[in-house]
Every structure is written in structure tokens, then in C-alpha cells.
């Protein structure tokens, strides 16, 4: 029998290939059950504080993670908070701890002040068991000692704030353990304390070399919730420094559970079960999709509403629990992939193209007719400035016109949203484009880019003259009309503005100097309308409906 090992060679890479591809092909919702945990920022860059306060009725334990394992390191049990605070200069104040900017010429002899020099007190131990005995045989006098994990169990004492405060209580210990060795421990920038909320010094730890995880000490038949500032979350919280910074606080939880948190902080919490699935699945869409946005700073998805706004345990609500719950996995898929199910608060009644917002045209982002989130909040909205607001504005974005002129709407999208506005002045124009201008004058200002601008000088009116022509256009400025009782110049203190259910009032411009915003929408106006599938499902449409109204071409897996 012949051989054919060229057949053989081929058939044997092709299935080799199989091999190493096909664990990676998974479909959407293996995808995102294969998503457990999550890291969530709660506090970071700007936000970041020197220290926080931590507890939880069954007391709190330190520990990290091997694999899914929980390695417990130290027990917190006291039931009482207790503050993390980074290892750096202190003053109490009060009862109230505040971050000193310590000064080594004025400050050096200053007692109040607590800092981040220690002295280490024998070397280091194997385990907490012996470090603590070792802790237990120093005289009654140095009943300040603590313990420390940094690189191994150790036995510190003091926060002195110099070396020479330092130096001098080496030489006092010193006479008291005289065959202990000492070593004066510097400060570290990636060190941490934990505290009693009296003060004294419980633990410190260092976060260069492993991620570390604070926990409830489970109980059962109780949520594990940690209380952080006062405020409730599940999971565990990581608290971490990045060079000098002051404290990363990151909640890592499930994945399932985050949800909890999400939906009722974007959608209000006593909506309609149908219209909180909706959002259950857009939200656990967006959270796969975005896993990783902020892995600079050792987390996921940030807590505000540059990712998802997350609420944690504090915010949780029974209808949303079960809106996730029933819709655990779920998510949204387009060409098979998961997508980013951007959200928005309302559409003003026509949803957008992505490229009309930002430059790529994604197919399950095609502006669809709204009519769901007519009649809504903030379908309609206004918005007046000065000629002198809108300089200033720009001026202080670096975008400076001199004395403004005129402001016009160069373009716009098929669907009626503002892709360009140029701003005239004496001293040249400026343009903005798409979503710079609710950037520079502010989202909660310019609501959406929906919008049209008339200033006093553009007021007109429509003057009918002749049965057999069409109404002309004229501007009202210098325009004079006979009434009974006389010739009066026309004024338009105010136009009227009809969303379908009731005549509202809309001011006008009292003066050529002033500019009036006249809008549609609240947000970018991508993807589902949070107002308009409210109205759906009051209308009694179904989340997937919503959803697949929303985001064209899309299938829920």
C-alpha cells in the first residue's frame, strides 16, 4: 500500500491549525460568559484622595487572589471603620486626618504632624504568627508596634516625620531591646496604612509587586457589601498608588452584579420592567466591549459617565436585579460580534448615524425615526447667551473671535443634528464642528447638536400678501406694522413652540446682542433613546424590540 505523505503532511498542519484556532472562536454569548469579574474605578486621577474609610459589620480581611482563591492575609474584626490612608504626612485635626505639605525647615519639630519614616524592629518573619509573638515579647514601653507586610511579615514602629526624629528614637529603642537589630525605614511611594479611627496603626502594606484586595469577612445568608466612604458595594475593594499618587480605589466584582449598579443610576429605577431590560443588555453590552478602557490605572470601566455611571449596592433597586437577572448573558450582536450599545437620554425624535457624531460608520448605528421620545423630558430645549457669554466662552477655550458677529450653521446631517458652526468676529472666525461645541459650552448647556441659533437680528415672520403666493419671509428688525392703534414697530418678545401635547413658551432674544439655542434631544443621539424605550414599553413593546428598533441589524444572543 502506498503513502501519500504530501496528503499526509497537508492534512496533518490543517488539523493543527483547527487546533489552535478554534478555542478562539466563540460566539457572542460564550463571550460574555466567559467575562466573570470586573474592575471598576471609583476613584482615580483627579479623584483620587490621600485616604478613605472602610467597613463592614462582619469586620474586614486583607488577602489576594489565587486564581478564583481568596488568600486571607489579616483580619480586621473590630466592628468599627477603619481609614486607609496613603503613608505620607498627616496632622489631625479635630478627630479628622489632613494631608500636611510638610516643610523639613519649619515643620521638623512640629509632634502633631504624623509621616511615612518607620523604624523596623528585628528582621523579617516567615508568617503573621510569628511576626505577631515576636510583637507580643517587646517591652510593654513600645506598645506601638505594628504590623507590616512588605516583601515578607516585619515589625515596625513610629510615623516619624524627619530622620533626626527618627535617628533620636532609634537611640530610646535602642536602650530598651538593646540585642534587636534596627533599621530606619524610608518613605515609599507605593505604601499604605491601614488605621483604627483613633489613629493608631494597625497595618501598612506595600502595592508594588501584588494587587491586594479588601473584603467583607463572609457570613452567611448576608450580602457580601463593603461600605467605602459610606457608600455600599459587593465584591472586594482594591486600594492602590501609582508613583506618588494619592489612593486608586477600584471595586471588583461580577460581572452580573456591576449591572445591578448600572442600570438604575442611567435609567430611573421604577421604570418599566421591559425598558430596564433594554438597558440591562445594552449596559452589559457596552461593559464587554469596553473591558480593559482604563487598564493604565489597573482597572476595566471608570464609574461615571465617561463609561458607565455605576452606582454599587447603594443604588441597587428589586426591579433592576430582576431585569438583570432575566437577561443574564444577554447581549448584543452585529455581524456576530458584540457591539458598543451607545446610549443617550433622548432623541428629540430621530436618532443618528455614528459618522455624523464621530468619523466611522458603523451599520447598527443608522439614525431610525423616534417618534417614542416626542412628548418625553427634554424633547425640546433652549438656551440664551449674551454676545459677551459667547466671547468669553470662546476666548477661554483659545478659540478667541474678538467682538462677535454673527454665528451660522454651515451644516448639517441628513438627519438634522449640526456637523459644523462657524462663529465671525472682528478678529476672524473660529469653527466647530459636530460635538465640539456642546464640549466647549457644556453638555448639560447644549443639550444635543440638534439645534438651531437665531440672534434678535434674525427674528422674521411670514407675511401672507396674496391669495395666489406663497408666504414671504421677511426680518422683523425695523419692520412696522398698521394696527388699531397705529403704526408700531413689530416686537417678538417670545414665539411658541408646539411638542405635540401643549403650547410652550419659548423666549426670544430681547437684543441684538443676544443668541438663542432652540434644540432637540439630550445627548449624542446614537443608539437607543432611554426616554423613548420607556415609552415603549409603556406602550407595551417588548426589550428586544426596543433594542433591535434602536440598533439596526442587531440579533440579542
Known sequence: MMI????????????????????????????????????????????????????????????YYIGNEFKSMISFIENEEIIIRKDSYFMEINGTF???????????????????????????????????????????LMDNTYIVYEDGWRVWIGLYSSYSDAEAAFSNIKALISNAELRIIA???????????????????NTSNETYHFRPIPQKDNPSVIQLDGKSFRGTIIINRYLDSDLTVINQLDLEEYLYGVVPREISGDWPLEAQKAQAVAARSYA??????????????????????YG????????????????????????????????????????????????????????????YSIGEPNDKWTKVY???????????????????????????????????????????????????????????NIKSTWFDIMSNADSTVKVLSDLNELPQEIRTVNKYIITAEGIKEIELQNKYMDNGNKMKVIPTPTGSDQYLFTG????????????????????????????????TGTKIE
Not at 515609599?188 to 493608631?200: A, C, F, T
Not at 425624535?349 to 455614528?354: A, V
Not at 477655550?397 to 474678538?402: A, C, P, R
Not at 407595551?540 to 428598533?549: A, D, E, R, S, W
Request: aromatic share 10%.
Open 4 to 63: 501519500n505523505f504530501k496528503k499526509l503532511s497537508f492534512r496533518f498542519l490543517l488539523l493543527l491549525i483547527l487546533i489552535i484556532i478554534l478555542p478562539f472562536q466563540v460566539n457572542a454569548n460564550t463571550q460574555s460568559k466567559l467575562i466573570n469579574q470586573v474592575k471598576i474605578g471609583i476613584r482615580f486621577g483627579d479623584s483620587a484622595t490621600p485616604l478613605v474609610s472602610m467597613y463592614s459589620p462582619s469586620g474586614l480581611e486583607l488577602g
Open 312 to 371: 454599587g449596592y447603594s443604588s441597587e433597586n428589586p426591579i433592576t436585579r430582576r431585569a438583570v437577572d432575566e437577561t443574564k448573558g444577554e447581549v448584543l450582536t452585529y455581524n456576530g460580534k458584540v457591539v458598543t450599545a451607545f446610549y443617550h437620554s433622548n432623541s428629540g425624535g430621530h436618532t443618528e448615524d455614528s459618522e455624523s457624531v464621530w468619523s466611522n460608520s458603523l451599520g447598527y448605528l443608522r439614525g431610525v425615526e423616534d417618534p
Open 386 to 444: 449674551t454676545r459677551e457669554q459667547i466671547e468669553e466662552i470662546l476666548a477661554s477655550n483659545g478659540l478667541s473671535v474678538g467682538r462677535l458677529e454673527n454665528i451660522t450653521v454651515e451644516e448639517r446631517s441628513k438627519n438634522g443634528r449640526v456637523l459644523k458652526v462657524v462663529f465671525y468676529g472682528s478678529k476672524g472666525n473660529k469653527t466647530l464642528e459636530k460635538g465640539q461645541i456642546r464640549n466647549i459650552f457644556g453638555y448639560n
Open 187 to 205: 518613605k515609599d511611594s507605593k505604601r499604605i496604612q491601614v488605621l483604627n479611627k483613633s489613629g493608631k496603626v494597625l497595618f501598612m502594606y
Open 98 to 140: 489632613i494631608e500636611y505639605d510638610f516643610d523639613s525647615q519649619s515643620d521638623s519639630y512640629n509632634t502633631n504632624i504624623q509621616g511615612p519614616i518607620h523604624i523596623q524592629i528585628g528582621d523579617k518573619f516567615d508568617s503573621l504568627d510569628e511576626a505577631n509573638s515576636f510583637k507580643k515579647s517587646l517591652p510593654d
Open 288 to 309: 464587554i466591549v469596553n473591558l480593559n478602557r482604563h487598564k493604565d490605572y489597573g482597572f476595566d470601566l471608570c464609574s461615571t459617565i465617561h463609561c458607565q455611571v
Open 520 to 551: 432637540k434631544g439630550w445627548g449624542h443621539g446614537l443608539g437607543m433613546s432611554q426616554w423613548g424605550a420607556k415609552k415603549m414599553a409603556e406602550e407595551g413593546f417588548k426589550y428586544k424590540q426596543i433594542l433591535t428598533h434602536y440598533y
